[in-house]
T-cell receptor, first 112, second 114 residues
Framework: GENVEQHPSTLSVQEGDSAVIKCTYS??????FPWYKQELGKRPQLIID?????GEKKDQRIAVTLNKTAKHFSLHITETQPEDSAVYFC???????????FGAGTRLTVKP | EAQVTQNPRYLITVTGKKLTVTCSQN?????MSWYRQDPGLGLRQIYY???????DKGDVPEGYKVSRKEKRNFPLILESPSPNQTSLYFC?????????????FGPGTRLTVT
């Protein structure tokens, strides 16, 4: 089955710096890659996603890139702010919903 | 308001005492799923359902049961809970077979089995 690895497990940056979180997946049939943000004590919420027919997607300060050949995708957050502090999860799925596998998560801390 | 609800939010129980965690969504979503979240392990899928009366095992189904008798409800049943099932549980739902596949998560249920 699909295996998703996520790095780093913790990341600390200064406010205003960029943050990059990387994920690799094992199943070349995976075609949907969402990123979720989980604030302390809250539920995970989708922040951005990308499908396998697209190499990059941006939404304001966040972007995701996908390299299908290398089977890895990354989350980029620019101009980080303290409210970006949270746990971020990547995931990969072969079909739109089922068979979704999550990475172990990255705890991002943005220091003011 | 579109939402996924879970009950109870917190539960402390003893080994072997059957319990049910309810999950309900009001968005007419076909797909529903249960996850458990443990430190350092991320979100692991327990069971999922693509529609009424259709359920399937995820990565960690042992010790759990589910049912999907109605589209809006997807209860998680622990017939004989054990301490290794102490965890944070999330229910999620989404549309299926369309381009809008965002999974909406419930607020979570923190279960402690002593």
């Amino acid at each position: 089955g699909e295996n998703v690895e996520q790095h780093p497990s913790t990341l600390s940056v200064q406010e205003g710096d960029s943050a990059v979180i990387k994920c690799t997946y094992s199943d070349s049939a995976s075609n949907y890659f969402p990123w979720y943000k989980q604030e302390l004590g809250k539920r995970p919420q989708l922040i951005i996603d990308i499908r396998s027919n697209v190499g990059e997607k941006k939404d304001q300060r966040i972007a995701v890139t996908l390299n299908k050949t290398a089977k890895h995708f990354s989350l980029h957050i620019t101009e980080t702010q303290p409210e970006d502090s949270a746990v971020y999860f990547c995931a990969a799925s072969k079909r739109a919903n089922n068979d979704m596998r999550f990475g172990a998560g990255t705890r991002l801390t943005v220091k003011p | 308001e579109a939402q996924v609800t879970q009950n109870p939010r917190y539960l402390i129980t003893v080994t072997g005492k059957k319990l049910t965690v309810t999950c309900s969504q009001n968005m007419n979503h076909e797909y529903m799923s249960w996850y458990r979240q443990d430190p350092g392990l991320g979100l692991r899928q327990i069971y999922y359902s693509m529609n009424v009366e259709v359920t399937d095992k995820g990565d960690v189904p042992e010790g759990y049961k589910v049912s999907r008798k109605e589209k809006r409800n997807f209860p998680l049943i622990l017939e004989s809970p054990s301490p290794n099932q102490t965890s944070l549980y999330f229910c999620a739902s989404s549309l299926f077979g369309t381009s809008k596949v965002e999974q909406y998560f419930g607020p979570g249920t923190r279960l402690t089995v002593t």
